[in-house]
């Protein structure tokens, strides 16, 4: 197993539920672990044309389970395109063989794949083959243009304070709340590198399953099939968070983080990052989203501290939105203070008395304000247009 390709620790695969094997296809030789579960296969099937060596053959099944899709492997090419597909793996031996039946082909993407000894290249640029990817080294690549390609593409959300105690972290729980019970899949996430909070509100400290420190040594591509079922659920959403007063390992946020939130945009509707307060302008759970909720308050001298905020920025995040939290200062509304910061107003929460003992006493989920949910469920529409899934 080369460590391009991302899979889980040996001691968290043990912990992860069993998956049933594929229908059909194909999963790696002897000894590699098993094949994708049924219920993740995309619509598009990728055909293997069997390789004259095995070793190749398993790397092209390592590479199809950590991309979460089906792998069928055919005798040769006339075989391969008989079967219902929406990509070729062709191996450099077959090409040998069968490169001149190429031709026929209309509409259907190629790739060669082999070792560096095999020479792709070039019998790819011989037979005019789309793509080529060396194995092993290519595997992480070939593993993450498979899911992008295959697999579906869920929403990325941050919610970021624009102050310490704004609110984001609770904002983000009930949002999550909200999105699941609208029937969503949906994952909460603790991108906030001090972490410790979102598990104390929702009162989910003793929940089985991974936290990021877990997922620490990670590479490459992780498959959603391994990672959804392997967290916490509380509320009829999952959750990832840093243990409270645990620091996250270093380079979570460059290595693991975007390995992490491709495979959540495979396994769910809608990830929801809680960005912590004030997050700098090239942070990379930020560069991850495909919107942003900034939580501002309604007193001027904030005010003044997240419009500093909002101008580090740049504009390096186009897609932001104001949530206007309560209570409101004299003289200003919602609509106000959005546009003091020049942002698009994406709803206003009301102040509830009873958040705040909620939220301490990791009660969160239990409280019940029907102003408070019509707020959320809101927001939620307002950042529809922006996501590249459907809320």
Same mark, same amino acid.
């Given at each position: 197993?080369?460590?391009?390709?991302?899979?889980? *620790?040996?001691?968290?695969?043990?912990?992860?539920?069993?998956? *049933? =094997?594929?229908?059909?296809?194909? /999963?790696?030789? =002897?000894?590699?672990?098993?094949?994708?579960?049924?219920? @993740?296969?995309?619509?598009?099937?990728?055909?293997?044309?069997? *390789?004259?060596?095995?070793?190749?053959?398993?790397? !092209?099944?390592?590479?199809?389970?950590?991309?979460?899709?089906?792998?069928?492997?055919?005798?040769?090419?006339?075989?391969?395109?008989?079967?219902?597909?929406?990509?070729?793996?062709?191996?450099?031996?077959?090409? $040998?063989?069968?490169?001149?039946? %190429?031709?026929?082909?209309?509409?259907?993407?190629?790739?060669?794949? /082999?070792?560096?000894?095999?020479?792709?290249?070039?019998?790819? !640029?011989?037979?005019?083959?789309?793509?080529?990817?060396?194995? =092993?080294?290519?595997?992480?690549?070939?593993?993450?243009?498979?899911?992008? +390609?295959?697999?579906?593409?869920?929403?990325? $959300?941050?919610?970021?304070? @624009?102050?310490?105690?704004? #609110?984001? &972290?609770?904002?983000?729980?009930?949002?999550?709340q909200e999105a699941a019970s609208q029937g969503f899949s949906v994952l909460l996430a603790d991108a906030d590198p001090s972490g410790g909070g979102l598990e104390h509100?929702?009162?989910?400290?003793?929940?089985?399953?991974?936290?990021?420190?877990?997922?620490?040594?990670?590479?490459?591509?992780?498959?959603?099939?391994? %990672?959804?079922?392997?967290? =916490?659920?509380?509320?009829?959403? &999952?959750?990832? @968070?840093?243990?409270? #007063?645990?620091?996250? *390992?270093?380079?979570?946020?460059?290595?693991?983080?975007?390995?992490?939130?491709?495979?959540? +945009?495979?396994?769910?509707?809608?990830?929801?990052?809680?960005?912590?307060?004030?997050?700098?302008?090239?942070?990379?759970?930020?560069?991850?989203?495909?919107? $942003?909720?900034?939580?501002?308050?309604?007193?001027?001298?904030?005010?003044?501290?997240?419009? &500093?905020?909002?101008?580090?920025?740049?504009? &390096? $995040?186009?897609?932001?939105?104001?949530?206007?939290?309560?209570?409101?200062?004299?003289?200003?509304?919602e609509v106000r203070v959005s546009e003091v910061l020049g942002m698009r107003l994406a709803g206003y929460v009301p102040w509830v008395r009873a958040l705040s003992s909620?939220?301490? @006493?990791?009660?969160?989920?239990?409280?019940?304000?029907?102003?408070?949910?019509?707020?959320?469920?809101?927001?939620?529409?307002?950042?529809?247009?922006?996501?590249? #899934?459907?809320?």
């Amino acid at each position: 197993m080369t460590d391009t390709m991302l899979w889980l *620790p040996e001691r968290q695969r043990r912990s992860l539920p069993p998956h *049933p =094997p594929p229908e059909r296809g194909v /999963g790696p030789g =002897p000894g590699v672990g098993a094949g994708v579960a049924a219920d @993740t296969r995309s619509a598009e099937t990728l055909v293997l044309v069997r *390789p004259a060596e095995q070793r190749l053959q398993d790397e !092209a099944a390592r590479v199809a389970v950590a991309a979460g899709v089906e792998l069928i492997l055919a005798e040769d090419l006339p075989a391969a395109l008989r079967q219902p597909h929406g990509m070729l793996l062709l191996a450099a031996d077959s090409l $040998v063989s069968d490169g001149r039946s %190429l031709a026929a082909l209309r509409n259907v993407e190629t790739i060669c794949i /082999g070792f560096e000894s095999d020479h792709p290249w070039a019998h790819a !640029a011989r037979f005019g083959v789309d793509r080529v990817v060396v194995l =092993p080294e290519g595997g992480a690549w070939l593993a993450e243009y498979l899911a992008r +390609r295959n697999g579906p593409r869920g929403s990325v $959300v941050g919610v970021a304070g @624009t102050f310490g105690g704004s #609110g984001g &972290s609770t904002l983000g729980c009930l949002l999550a709340q909200e999105a699941a019970s609208q029937g969503f899949s949906v994952l909460l996430a603790d991108a906030d590198p001090s972490g410790g909070g979102l598990e104390h509100r929702l009162g989910a400290g003793g929940a089985p399953g991974l936290r990021w420190k877990d997922l620490a040594e990670v590479r490459g591509t992780l498959n959603p099939a391994q %990672l959804v079922p392997a967290l =916490p659920a509380i509320g009829g959403f &999952s959750l990832l @968070t840093h243990p409270a #007063g645990e620091p996250p *390992p270093p380079g979570m946020d460059h290595e693991v983080l975007p390995a992490v939130l491709q495979a959540a +945009r495979a396994g769910f509707e809608l990830t929801l990052l809680d960005l912590g307060a004030c997050p700098p302008a090239r942070a990379p759970a930020l560069e991850q989203c495909d919107a $942003v909720l900034a939580v501002l308050a309604g007193r001027a001298q904030l005010l003044l501290a997240a419009r &500093s905020w909002w101008a580090s920025l740049g504009g &390096s $995040v186009p897609n932001t939105f104001a949530v206007v939290r309560g209570p409101l200062g004299e003289g200003l509304d919602e609509v106000r203070v959005s546009e003091v910061l020049g942002m698009r107003l994406a709803g206003y929460v009301p102040w509830v008395r009873a958040l705040s003992s909620a939220a301490d @006493t990791g009660r969160l989920l239990e409280l019940r304000r029907h102003r408070l949910r019509s707020a959320v469920a809101r927001i939620l529409r307002e950042i529809e247009p922006a996501l590249p #899934g459907t809320l």
